[in-house]
């Protein structure tokens, strides 16, 4: 055998030469999974984060999941379930939809030469092109690995670029957990014993005076915003970002937009600051749906001086970078996504449907006295309970709140998964809202189904006992016992 012929492939039931115990050599997914599979809860709680198995087993949302396709999943038992919340919003185009998996086996199978370093590959480039196409004020695209890297590399451009150290952001904001990020993050307990951050300032979102009083100590490069907050689905004044931009130009100050959960059609726009007018940021964060629910990927876009001015000589060509920023899996996944959701029509879609959502649920709240507000836009939409009128539901609601806030808002959320099959998620610590983020391909059914089943759950709640107050005394145990 000559040196440039292929290595031959071991054949079936070999062995590592020298392997302990002449084990197989190899790996089979199907063969671990089905020896290991059964000891996921165990596993996790050893090996890594311990209180999340905690917190799924006191609530009920120790499942087995086995299977996904598009907005559903299957347990071990053949059940369906609805997903209302989508990976947090990474499954935007579904789970396992039939283009991304084949997008995905076609670059593996390609065998690219990928992350030579010293190349340009065609599919980066091809990418920003797609994006691009969205966004015609902008110029430029970096590629990480995920949202909070995106939004540091915006942080990071927005302060070389102006040469200022201050970036504003807003209260009940969420931008990610890694320093720079947490450090314009508007939710406290997320930051609770990691300073010291970044010297960056809160103001509230709508504050326009804030924000005039902050820019006017010249020292700020940037307001960092969510066109839609996740955290609650609070969405800012009308005319707030045009206002504020106008402002950040004023003072040579830099609007950043952060769409990783609101872009690519979540609002029912392909991105959610082009509800308004006028509306141009100079850097836009986006990620979760670009990755097709497989590959994670985080994109930058801003203006083409921003990009010059960082890299601004052949000296400066790496002074940001990510070693797996543009690899090929990545871009393939997002390439085939952009044509899911232009295919597929899924901006409409996510308009379509969202207002459906809503306008069935907000049809609910002179119904139900615990029902608060329905808010949102496109498949991004709030449930918001409140104090109730009755003296019988509002002692309970009252023990509640004393041991928890945000209590009944998980006992909406938990007869949903056990009793209908239905998975949603608490909009955020100490509040009661739940937030509806599903993937972009749900139908009428899917909605029939929620709304069906929310309307139960909620005739529970009122109907003055039953399981779900008895789950409830378990929460208010539970809290009290973690103080």
Same mark, same amino acid.
Request: glycine share 10%; net charge negative.
């Given at each position: 055998m000559?040196s440039?012929?292929?290595?031959p492939e071991?054949?079936?039931?070999?062995?590592?030469?020298?392997?302990?115990?002449?084990?197989p050599?190899?790996?089979?997914?199907?063969?671990?999974l089905?020896?290991?599979?059964?000891?996921?809860?165990?596993?996790?709680t050893?090996?890594?984060n311990h209180?999340?198995?905690?917190?799924?087993?006191t609530?009920g949302?120790?499942k087995?999941?086995?299977?996904?396709?598009?907005?559903?999943?299957?347990?071990?038992?053949?059940?369906?379930?609805?997903?209302?919340?989508a990976?947090?919003?990474?499954?935007?185009v579904?789970?396992h939809h039939?283009?991304?998996r084949?997008?995905?086996?076609?670059?593996?199978?390609?065998?690219?030469?990928?992350?030579?370093?010293?190349?340009?590959?065609?599919?980066?480039?091809l990418?920003a092109?797609?994006?691009?196409?969205?966004?015609p004020?902008l110029?430029?695209?970096f590629?990480?690995?995920?949202g909070?890297?995106?939004?540091?590399?915006?942080?990071?451009?927005?302060?070389?670029a102006?040469?200022?150290?201050r970036?504003?952001?807003?209260?009940?904001?969420?931008?990610?957990?890694?320093?720079g990020?947490?450090?314009?993050?508007?939710?406290?307990?997320?930051?609770?014993?990691?300073?010291p951050?970044?010297?960056?300032?809160?103001?509230?979102?709508?504050?326009?005076d804030?924000?005039?009083?902050?820019?006017?100590?010249?020292?700020?490069?940037a307001?960092?915003?969510e066109?839609?907050?996740?955290?609650g689905?609070?969405?800012?004044p009308t005319?707030y970002?045009?206002?504020?931009?106008?402002?950040?130009r004023?003072?040579?100050?830099?609007?950043i937009?952060?769409?990783?959960?609101?872009?690519?059609?979540?609002?029912?726009?392909?991105?959610?600051?082009?509800?308004?007018?006028?509306?141009?940021?100079?850097?836009l964060?986006?990620?979760?749906?670009?990755?097709?629910?497989y590959?994670?990927?985080g994109?930058?876009?801003?203006?083409d001086w921003?990009?010059k001015?960082v890299?601004s000589?052949?000296?400066r060509?790496?002074?940001?970078?990510?070693?797996?920023g543009?690899?090929?899996?990545?871009?393939v996944?997002?390439?085939?996504t952009?044509?899911?959701?232009?295919?597929e029509?899924? &901006? =409409?879609?996510? *308009?379509?449907?969202?207002?459906? +959502?809503?306008t #069935?649920l907000?049809a %609910?709240v002179?119904?139900?006295?615990?029902l608060?507000d329905?808010?949102?836009?496109g498949?991004?939409?709030? &449930? =918001?309970?409140? *104090?109730p009128?009755s003296?019988k +539901?509002r002692s #309970?609601?009252?023990m %509640?709140?004393?041991?928890?806030?945000?209590?009944?808002?998980?006992m909406?959320?938990?007869p949903?998964?056990?009793r209908?099959?239905?998975?949603?998620q608490?909009?955020?610590?100490?509040?009661?809202v739940?937030k %509806?983020?599903?993937?972009?391909?749900?139908?009428e059914?899917?909605?029939?189904r929620?709304?069906t089943?929310?309307?139960?759950?909620m005739?529970?709640?009122?109907?003055?006992?039953?399981?779900?107050?008895?789950?409830?005394?378990?929460?208010v145990?539970?809290a009290v016992?973690?103080?």
């Amino acid at each position: 055998m000559t040196s440039s012929d292929p290595t031959p492939e071991p054949e079936p039931g070999s062995t590592a030469p020298g392997a302990p115990g002449g084990q197989p050599k190899g790996f089979d997914l199907g063969t671990l999974l089905a020896e290991r599979g059964g000891e996921r809860y165990e596993l996790h709680t050893k090996h890594l984060n311990h209180q999340l198995p905690r917190m799924l087993h006191t609530i009920g949302f120790d499942k087995y999941y086995e299977r996904a396709e598009g907005a559903h999943f299957w347990d071990a038992e053949g059940n369906d379930y609805l997903d209302m919340l989508a990976g947090f919003g990474v499954m935007g185009v579904g789970r396992h939809h039939p283009v991304v998996r084949k997008a995905l086996h076609d670059v593996l199978d390609a065998g690219l030469p990928d992350l030579t370093r010293f190349d340009c590959q065609p599919l980066p480039g091809l990418l920003a092109e797609k994006l691009l196409a969205h966004t015609p004020h902008l110029d430029r695209v970096f590629f990480g690995n995920s949202g909070t890297e995106a939004v540091e590399t915006a942080l990071k451009f927005a302060r070389y670029a102006t040469g200022k150290p201050r970036v504003l952001y807003c209260t009940h904001s969420f931008h990610g957990l890694t320093t720079g990020s947490l450090s314009v993050n508007g939710e406290e307990g997320f930051q609770d014993g990691f300073a010291p951050l970044l010297p960056d300032t809160e103001i509230a979102v709508g504050d326009l005076d804030a924000l005039e009083r902050e820019l006017k100590r010249g020292d700020v490069a940037a307001l960092i915003v969510e066109p839609i907050q996740g955290h609650g689905v609070h969405i800012p004044p009308t005319g707030y970002l045009r206002a504020a931009q106008e402002l950040l130009r004023r003072h040579k100050a830099l609007l950043i937009c952060d769409e990783v959960q609101t872009g690519i059609g979540r609002t029912g726009a392909f991105y959610a600051y082009q509800h308004e007018e006028g509306v141009e940021p100079d850097l836009l964060t986006v990620a979760k749906t670009l990755s097709g629910g497989y590959v994670p990927v985080g994109a930058t876009l801003g203006k083409d001086w921003i990009f010059k001015k960082v890299y601004s000589s052949m000296d400066r060509v790496l002074v940001h970078s990510a070693s797996y920023g543009s690899n090929a899996q990545a871009m393939v996944a997002g390439l085939a996504t952009l044509a899911v959701v232009e295919d597929e029509q899924l &901006v =409409e879609n996510s *308009r379509r449907m969202g207002d459906l +959502l809503r306008t #069935r649920l907000a049809a %609910l709240v002179d119904r139900y006295e615990l029902l608060k507000d329905v808010r949102g836009r496109g498949l991004m939409v709030a &449930v =918001e309970f409140g *104090r109730p009128k009755s003296l019988k +539901l509002r002692s #309970r609601w009252t023990m %509640l709140q004393a041991a928890r806030k945000g209590l009944f808002a998980q006992m909406v959320v938990v007869p949903l998964l056990q009793r209908h099959r239905i998975l949603t998620q608490v909009s955020g610590d100490h509040i009661e809202v739940i937030k %509806l983020i599903p993937p972009l391909v749900v139908d009428e059914a899917d909605v029939d189904r929620f709304v069906t089943a929310f309307t139960e759950v909620m005739d529970d709640a009122h109907g003055g006992g039953g399981l779900m107050w008895e789950f409830g005394r378990t929460l208010v145990k539970q809290a009290v016992a973690n103080r």
